[in-house]
């Protein structure tokens, strides 16, 4: 599959030029690379026209009618006081490089995107205008997303867009100064411990301990020890005293991940000391006061584990005295986009990186993904993209291999149609109706209602392999 995106941004271009014959000879070579162009002739229709509708890009010569009046620098600060995402390219006679060479170094307000120099290529045009325009519509849209960003529910380093997720977040706000139990339910990589953590921050509980303890990750007698602490010479290698989780978080939080990994002897013990309120130290015979709040995680369905006698019906009521699922990025991809830029803006300050955005389409690929490790995997893509992108843009190049090579399609829902162009769409349809007849383009374009040869025109022009 290609990953040439450039090629295929559509973009609105400005042409200005007093030769009114070359402006629609270059606006003809950017209509077939698929742009959509304006021609004017002079500065004053320019400005006229970039006020009433800010270009992605604007082609000037640099000097029009003459050495008087408005010169192309005029209508790049023009353009850039219009939408500073819009990128500019001069057109200089030759002998007047240095100028054009010094407004590509000028700041924010009078730099130009690139030059060219008379007698233009139309092969030329096409290419910087192509990457001009990928600029442009990704600062564009990043700033879209920023605004969407600043505008969606933000909880402690929590972005939820997504009304399924928002009703997550006020639960944690109700929940957070209480002292009850809560139970986080949700696969991995959903952000268990980032919600744990956010209801102990908003509790008063905040100034005191917060401990966390993966009991999936360790045996029963490690667990044991590490949730009620041990006295010395309580097993071989206890040469000294040591306090559990649960006492050295007194008046604090303790987080239980995988809860539902307990072993059921440590669950029976767990139980003891949630409802009395009271450890005992392994090889002690005095029990310890403690006060703490538990917070229990699980990708499990600890309901099936009832069932299959794996985990104690009464301490999963103890621990579900309220429960919070937090859904999988799959049922909140309208949240993937503002996920996408926050991501870049974490990883341009933890990787001292200036990424300004993400192209559109990139962005499409990325929200189709099934995700199955959640926000955690979106976040490990997003900074292996920022890190080793070459440009300031994240292209389609930058996408992962296996997520460019992905053929999984996302069930067509009525959430998935909304938002979608409906080239999108069409793709889809093409994709999975092929699945459904194993590949055979003849079975599919009569189940798609297409000619054979309109199916195999698609094939090509959406890349479909």
Known sequence: MSTDTTSRQTAFVLVVEDEEAHGEAIAEGLRRAGHACHVVSNAADAIESIRN???????????????????????????????PESEVILITAYGSEQLAREALGGDGQTRAFDYLTKPVDLEDVREIVSRAAAKAIANREAKRLSERLKGAVHFDGIVAGATVMQRVLRIVRQIAPTKITALILGETGTGKE?????????????????????????NENLLESELFGHVRGAFTGAISERKGLLEAADGGTVFLDEVGDMPLTMQAKLLRALES??????????????????IAATHRDLRELIKESKFR??????LNQVSVRIPPLRERREDIPLLIQHFIQLGNAEHAREIQGIAPEAVRLLVNQRWDGNVRQLRQVIAQMLVLAPGPILEMADVPEEFRQSTEIIPVTSGFLAGHTLQELEKVAIQQT????????????????????TLYRKLKEYEIE
């Open 53 to 83: 509708r800010p270009p992605d890009v604007v082609v000037t010569d640099y000097r029009l009618a003459g050495d008087e009046g408005p010169t192309g620098l005029d209508i790049l600060r023009e353009a850039k006081k219009a939408g």
């Open 194 to 218: 980032l919600i744990a953590r956010a209801i102990h921050a908003n509790s008063p509980r905040r100034s005191k301990p917060y401990k966390v303890i993966n009991c999936a990750g360790l």
């Open 277 to 294: 309120g009271e450890v005992l130290p392994v090889g002690c015979n005095e029990t310890r006061h403690t006060d703490v709040r538990v």
């Open 313 to 318: 019906e009464d301490l999963y009521y103890r």
């Open 434 to 453: 092929l699945k459904l007849t194993a590949g055979n383009r003849e079975k599919a374009a009569k189940l798609l209602g297409i000619g054979a040869r």
